[in-house]
């Protein structure tokens, strides 16, 4: 069977399955009303599902995932309507060991010139893109650099872990605690 077709039939199963969490009362369907009060910033690496990780299930958190799961101004918009919208008090940033972006990191200029010879120029694109060279040191620099933006609510906490493709572990490295109100 053609990928497409196991994908369409996925969501067939899937369309079954959320109509029965909807009857059950499981499903939430208003933006402004999570379960969990949640966003989860990682990578977009196929071997990190914080869903499953973190136990999150449908309505329980946002993820905003970005190549290596970075702090920059691409992920902005994303993190001020789950801030502000869906009302999350926890942000949590993961990363994790053998990145792509750790690999792109290495190669970055060559790859940009690859694609200037083409007539792509993709400078802009990768301007603030930060390679990971140290997990856990990204990790407490994008926690603060969270912290740090204007933006960033005084009543969120923030907390940065580091994750393990080859083991499943999943290390807390720093948190920030929320400035003001309860902790979440």
């Excluded at 999150?56 to 918009?77: D, T």
């Amino acid at each position: 069977m053609p990928l497409i077709d196991q994908l369409k039939d996925s969501a067939a199963k899937w369309k079954a399955e959320f109509q029965q969490l909807d009857k059950e009362g499981k499903l939430v369907k208003q933006l402004a009303t999570m379960k969990k009060p949640i966003v989860v910033l990682c990578c977009m690496d196929h071997r990190v599902i914080p869903e499953k990780i973190l136990g999150l299930g449908v309505g329980e958190a946002e993820v905003i995932r970005n190549g290596g799961g970075r702090v920059n101004k691409s992920l902005l918009p994303s993190f001020v309507i789950t801030q502000d919208l869906c009302q999350c008090k926890l942000a949590v940033v993961i990363h994790h060991n053998d990145c792509g972006s750790c690999h792109l990191g290495q190669r970055k200029n060559e790859i940009l010139q690859e694609y200037k010879a083409k007539g792509i120029d993709l400078s802009d694109a990768f301007a603030d893109w930060e390679p990971i060279t140290d997990v856990k040191g990204s990790v407490v620099e994008d926690v603060k650099k969270l912290r740090d933006l204007p933006m960033v609510r005084d009543d969120v906490a923030i907390y940065g872990f580091a994750y393990d493709v080859n083991t499943g572990e999943l290390e807390e490295v720093t948190h920030d605690p929320a400035k003001t109100g309860n902790q979440p």
